[in-house]
């Protein structure tokens, strides 16, 4: 009897050394593919709340060294001893804060609690250019309320910091990318997706055309402050977008460490891009961007025929629901070899072409410095080839109605400093059109053929 009371006990004691060997890999299994736990990672396992604990020590540590990349020189030795300060640079203002704050998304203000008596506001207009004050005006502002406050109590908890910005100026795809999608990768792609946007002057467009863009920068749904109307407190947040230069992002730049390259490789990830090189395009492939309006090419069916006989196969578009459509219009473009267009926003596309492939624009008359500056300089940045073919007056409609010897064939440069950019504006890029002279335009386009043609082989 004595010994089959005992039996069971010797088996339990005796299994004991055996379930600890079963579990000891699950313990360490990541020893077992080259990467050792250290001993004060393994003991966490027995201590949730003391892991909880480090975990949002670790966290907000993080977050506040992300923040802080946001300002520099001052502004960031002011945001150390503060928790609060704003970059302001010559095209965008930045507000960051790197301690908890409240957002009533009802007003828009944001309270950022301090040690001073005296208590600060700071208006912020969330957009990234700052330079056109009537547009500025147009925005919905934001209230940074500094100081010793009572803030309104919270609603609402996150565990991450609010990106604050506006979609104000959608409706034009040059202007959407560059005061609007790339400012907001510069300023919010290091933070890997820890982060929640707050969207003012919220547009359904913009969700409906670059929602791809905004799951791919943030975990969370994007709010719409107007629809939302309640307090939410936040570890942290940023006021503005952070702008470089015409659709450019420059490496040593606020935050630092992100180039054209990053973000081409973003909208690779973000819209599913096929083609990463022309040289995996078999048969060199054109779209001839065909405008409506104004800007048009007047021969445009002696156009595509030249580019036909020369081998390519062409796509006419022109602005309609594929373009507006940018989940399709992104891959389309990414599948051709070379993009022709007169100068205009629907060059901006040129950013899903392949690396290697080529861009032609049309540069029209008293468009010179726009069509470098705007279009033809950041395709260089793209690894995308940029070939510009200069219209002669001849090939101008402007031609017939002002008379070769009149300034504004002669000298483009007297209206925008007689009358400035909007008269200036009216006459090139409202009342222009063109007549290609194929001749001329047959040599840019075998240039073109010769920079992608046979890559493969």
Not at 171 to 199: C, K, W
Not at 231 to 259: E, R, W
Request: glycine share 6%.
């Amino acid at each position: 009897m004595l010994t089959m009371e005992k039996e069971p006990r010797r088996m339990v004691f005796g299994a004991i050394p055996i379930v600890f060997l079963l579990i000891l890999p699950l313990l360490f299994v990541d020893f077992f593919w080259g990467n050792v736990i250290p001993y004060d990672q393994w003991i966490q396992y027995f201590s949730g709340s003391a892991t909880a604990n480090s975990r949002f020590e670790d966290q907000q540590k993080s977050f506040d060294h992300l923040l802080a990349r946001l300002v520099r020189g001052e502004d960031r030795r002011k945001l150390e001893v503060t928790g609060f300060a704003c970059d302001t640079a010559v095209h965008s203002v930045v507000c960051v804060a790197n301690q908890p704050v409240r957002i009533e998304t009802s007003t828009m203000k944001v309270y950022i609690p301090s040690n001073q008596t005296l208590q600060q506001e700071t208006v912020v207009y969330p957009h990234a250019r700052q330079e056109d004050k009537n547009f500025v005006k147009t925005l919905t502002p934001v209230r940074l309320i500094y100081g010793n406050i009572t803030p309104p109590a919270c609603e609402y908890t996150h565990d991450v910091p609010a990106v604050i910005l506006s979609s104000k100026g959608m409706g034009n795809v040059f202007h959407e990318f560059n005061e609007i999608v790339i400012p907001l990768f510069i300023t919010t792609r290091q933070f890997e997706s820890r982060v929640f946007f707050i969207l003012e002057d919220f547009k359904p467009s913009f969700m409906n055309k670059y929602g791809k863009v905004v799951s791919h920068l943030s975990n969370y749904e994007l709010m719409n402050p107007a629809a939302n109307r309640s307090v939410h407190c936040f570890p942290g947040f940023v006021a503005g977008l952070k702008y470089h230069n015409n659709l450019a992002l420059n490496f040593s730049d606020i935050p630092g460490g992100y180039s054209m390259r990053d973000f081409r490789h973003f909208l690779r990830e973000a819209y599913n891009l096929k083609f990463v090189h022309v040289s995996e395009i078999k048969r060199p492939r054109l779209i001839l961007l065909s405008r409506r309006n104004t800007r048009r090419f007047l021969n445009e069916d002696e156009m595509v025929a030249m580019m036909k006989e020369l081998g390519f196969q062409v796509i006419v578009v022109s602005r309609s629901k594929i373009i507006s459509d940018l989940n399709k219009f992104a891959n389309m473009i990414n599948s051709c070899s070379v993009l022709v267009g007169a100068h205009g926003a629907g060059l901006t596309n040129e950013m899903f072409l392949p690396a290697g492939a080529v861009m032609v624009q049309v540069e029209l008359l008293g468009l010179g410095w726009a069509a470098d500056t705007y279009y033809g300089d950041p395709a260089r940045a793209m690894d995308v080839h940029y070939l510009k073919y200069k219209i002669e007056p001849e090939e101008s409609s402007l031609l017939k109605l002002y008379g070769r010897n009149h300034s504004v064939i002669t000298d483009p440069g007297y209206l925008f400093d007689k009358g400035g950019y909007r008269a200036a504006r009216q006459v090139y890029l409202d009342m222009q059109n063109v007549r290609i002279n194929l001749s001329r335009f047959r040599e840019t386009m075998v240039e073109a053929l010769s920079l992608v043609a046979d890559l493969d082989s």
